[in-house]
C-alpha cells in the first residue's frame, strides 16, 4: 500500500515538472484581453442651448465607433438630457434633437439604424433638490449593447 502511495504521488511529481519543462507561461495566456465587444455607455456633452457635435463630442464618437468597429451592434439607446435653463417644452425639444444629432452621427459611422432607441428625458431633474441648477445635464448618454461578430 505504502509503495502505491508512493508511486500516485511521483506521478503527479512528474507530471507537474513536465509541465514546467514547456517553459514560462506568457502573460498573454494568463490574463485575457477583454473583448470591447459587450456593454457600453458613455456621455456625450454639447453647449448650452445646442443640439450641434462639439469637436470633442465627435472626438468622442469616433473613438467609440473606431472601438466597436468589429462588433456585432444590436441595441443603441441615445437619451437626450437638457438642463433647467430655458421652458420645459424647449428642453424637451432640444434632449430630442440631441438624441437625434448623436443618432446620426453613429449612423453615418454605419451603425445600423435600426438598432436606435431615442428618449428624450427635457429638464426633468435637471434642477437639484437643493434648487442648484445642473449644467452638466447638457449631454446625452449612450448605451451600446453589442457581441463579437
Do not use: H
Not at 42 to 68: G, K, S, W
Amino acid at each position: 500500500m505504502k509503495t502505491a502511495a508512493t508511486l500516485l504521488s511521483a506521478a503527479v511529481v512528474a507530471a507537474s515538472l513536465s509541465a514546467c519543462a514547456q517553459g514560462p507561461v506568457s502573460r498573454d495566456q494568463l490574463v485575457a484581453q477583454p473583448s470591447a465587444c459587450g456593454p457600453r455607455g458613455f456621455e456625450v456633452y454639447f453647449a448650452e442651448n445646442a443640439a450641434q457635435l462639439t469637436q470633442p463630442a465627435r472626438q468622442a464618437i469616433d473613438l467609440m465607433a473606431d472601438q466597436m468597429a468589429d462588433c456585432a451592434i444590436s441595441k443603441v439607446t441615445v437619451i437626450g438630457l437638457a438642463s433647467a435653463t430655458g421652458t420645459p417644452e424647449a428642453n424637451l425639444s432640444l434632449s430630442q434633437r440631441r438624441a437625434q444629432t448623436v443618432a446620426a452621427e453613429f449612423a453615418r459611422k454605419g451603425w445600423p439604424a435600426p438598432a436606435f432607441e431615442l428618449e428624450a428625458a427635457g429638464d426633468a431633474g435637471a434642477v437639484a433638490a437643493d434648487g442648484t441648477m445642473e449644467p452638466l445635464r447638457r449631454r446625452t448618454q449612450v448605451f451600446i449593447e453589442a457581441a463579437p461578430r
